[in-house]
């Protein structure tokens, strides 16, 4: 099923992320994570190339995918990243989701990596993303950045190149992480007015630690609000605090997207199926109302 059919139906998508575990960890760890996932009734789940993003797509993504979709029949999204792959390797990487009927992908240019040069194939996402659509079998979702890329030259020339996107085929967004929503709106309207009106979900991520997030955001670039500041630093002492106080701003981000119709919510779980829970039981009358 493609993804965007989803928001045909008019009502508040509602889906989560999870990385495949780091070496150190098993792969059960994250197992059994997505079946605790799976009983909050998501309407997907994203699976990336791995945890931080090594900018190299993880065979073990394609695993993940297959237990969600065929075990747990939910739909999901393989995160493929090219700027460190070629066309044969995209191609066998392609071939090995079609055998496991997973059918929808999120094209990503990937992270540079030191050390590690670059492939020729692929210099952007839009380029992986003509270049599956060329191929056919498969349904593209892309990224965006309400904040802008880092590497954009400004808001104008990021939204030019999330244009070129969605003209190569992708039919569905998935935003950064961002704190302030005013953020997104604005982002929003330059999209619409761009001519981008394919269905773009808002990405949240729940603050459940201060370095995590602070990490996070020098790697994509998102500010933190002053409200926000205040929370992790009157709490950053205390986890348990700090964990409920992050959960209470993402509902509060939720309930007001959806006030304001937004297409769809992302959670970024991090893995944390109890966190995910907790956010999925405090926007569950509001998300369904818009359903």
């Known amino acids: 099923m493609n993804i965007a059919d989803l928001f045909e139906e008019g009502k508040t998508i509602f889906s989560f992320e999870v990385f495949p575990p780091k070496k150190e960890s098993g792969i059960e760890t994250v197992y059994d994570t997505i079946?605790?996932?799976?009983?909050?009734?998501?309407?997907?789940?994203?699976?990336?190339?791995?945890?931080?993003?090594?900018?190299?797509?993880?065979?073990?993504?394609?695993?993940?995918?297959?237990?969600?979709?065929?075990?747990?029949?939910?739909?999901?999204?393989?995160?493929?990243?090219?700027?460190?792959?070629?066309?044969?390797?995209?191609?066998?990487?392609?071939?090995?989701?079609?055998?496991?009927?997973?059918?929808?992908?999120?094209?990503?240019?990937?992270?540079?990596?030191?050390?590690?040069?670059?492939?020729?194939?692929?210099?952007?996402?839009?380029?992986?993303?003509?270049?599956?659509?060329?191929?056919?079998?498969?349904?593209?979702?892309?990224?965006?950045?309400?904040?802008?890329?880092?590497?954009?030259?400004?808001?104008?020339?990021?939204?030019?190149?999330?244009?070129?996107?969605?003209?190569?085929?992708?039919?569905?967004?998935?935003?950064?992480?961002?704190?302030?929503?005013?953020?997104?709106?604005?982002?929003l309207e330059r999209a619409r007015i761009a001519d981008i009106n394919v269905p773009i979900e808002a990405g949240i991520m729940p603050v459940t630690s201060k370095s995590q997030i602070e990490r996070m955001v020098t790697m994509c670039g998102a500010s933190i609000p002053a409200s926000l500041s205040r929370i992790m630093q009157r709490y950053e002492s205390n986890p348990e605090a700090l964990r409920d106080a992050g959960i209470a701003y993402a509902i509060n981000q939720i309930i007001d997207l959806a006030a304001n119709g937004v297409d769809g919510v992302h959670i970024y779980t991090m893995n944390n199926p109890y966190v995910a829970r907790k956010i999925t039981e405090g926007v569950e009358s509001v998300v369904k109302h818009n359903r």
């Open 35 to 187: 079946e605790k996932l799976t009983d909050l009734k998501p309407d997907f789940i994203s699976v990336t190339y791995g945890a931080g993003g090594s900018g190299v797509t993880n065979p073990i993504t394609k695993d993940i995918c297959s237990k969600i979709k065929n075990e747990y029949k939910l739909e999901t999204i393989a995160h493929l990243s090219c700027i460190n792959n070629t066309k044969d390797e995209i191609d066998k990487i392609l071939e090995e989701l079609k055998k496991e009927g997973i059918d929808n992908i999120l094209a990503l240019r990937g992270d540079r990596v030191e050390g590690l040069e670059p492939k020729k194939d692929f210099t952007y996402a839009s380029d992986l993303t003509k270049y599956i659509m060329d191929k056919g079998g498969f349904h593209v979702s892309g990224a965006c950045y309400p904040e802008v890329h880092m590497e954009a030259k400004d808001a104008v020339d990021d939204i030019k190149n999330l244009k070129k996107k969605v003209d190569a085929g992708a039919d569905h967004l998935i935003s950064q992480l961002f704190f302030d929503n005013r953020v997104f709106y604005d982002f």
